[in-house]
T-cell receptor, first 109, second 113 residues
Framework: AQRVTQPEKLLSVFKGAPVELKCNYS??????LFWYVQYSRQRLQLLLR??SRESIKGFTADLNKGETSFHLKKPFAQEEDSAMYYC???????????FGTGTRLKVLA | EAGVTQFPSHSVIEKGQTVTLRCDPI?????LYWYRRVMGKEIKFLLH????????ESGMPNNRFLAERTGGTYSTLKVQPAELEDSGVYFC???????????FGPGTRLTVL
């Protein structure tokens, strides 16, 4: 069955430090991977999708099919990056997202 | 543009009662999705409408849940009768095409006592 795993419930880093939020997936076909972010008292919003290969707010994520991973990275964390981050998988031929349990990122001053 | 809206934002009901959640998608979005997150678990897909038709309802937990989208505009999700395990946050999302980004609403927090 398709699955997304985010092993860390909470990740705390200091401002200016690098950050990596881990995401692994299980799916035998060709996946679409996404990162969604939910800031405090705001709605879920798309941060990145692997197809577009763009960098948003300094975040990047590379799909590694060999390791079935799609880790989210940022070289220098900012306090405004504190939020809940969800990794999501969409399998070919379906339109629903399969979400991980989310990682809460806290960036400390 | 207001984005996806959901009503109510919070609902507290007693076990056995009925609750109806409403979602208004972004204007022009034919695709509408319902998801929910129960405490401590991942956000899970419930169902997908294309206009007024149910495209995929594989995530609906049981027959106490009924979703409708009459006229292909707003959607309702009714839980009848509600059970304790139905507590959680119910999200609605909409997209223009099925391969496009899904835009999420703020969610409805349902508490069943």
């Amino acid at each position: 069955a398709q699955r997304v795993t985010q092993p860390e419930k909470l990740l705390s880093v200091f401002k200016g430090a690098p950050v990596e939020l881990k995401c692994n997936y299980s799916y035998s076909g060709s996946p679409e991977l996404f990162w969604y972010v939910q800031y405090s008292r705001q709605r879920l919003q798309l941060l990145l999708r692997h197809i577009s290969r763009e960098s948003i707010k300094g975040f990047t994520a590379d799909l590694n099919k060999g390791e079935t991973s799609f880790h989210l990275k940022k070289p220098f964390a900012q306090e405004e990056d504190s939020a809940m981050y969800y990794c999501a998988l969409r399998t070919s031929g379906t339109y629903k997202y399969i979400f991980g349990t989310g990682t809460r990122l806290k960036v400390l001053a | 543009e207001a984005g996806v809206t959901q009503f109510p934002s919070h609902s507290v009901i007693e076990k056995g009662q009925t609750v109806t959640l409403r979602c208004d998608p972004i204007s022009g979005h034919d695709n509408l999705y319902w998801y929910r997150r129960v405490m401590g678990k991942e956000i899970k897909f419930l169902l997908h409408f294309v206009k007024e038709s149910k495209q995929d309802e594989s995530g609906m937990p049981n027959n106490r849940f009924l979703a409708e989208r009459t006229g292909g505009t707003y959607s309702t999700l009714k839980v009848q009768p509600a059970e304790l395990e139905d507590s959680g946050v119910y999200f609605c999302a909409s997209s223009q095409g099925t391969s496009n980004e899904q835009f999420f609403g703020p969610g409805t927090r349902l508490t069943v006592l």
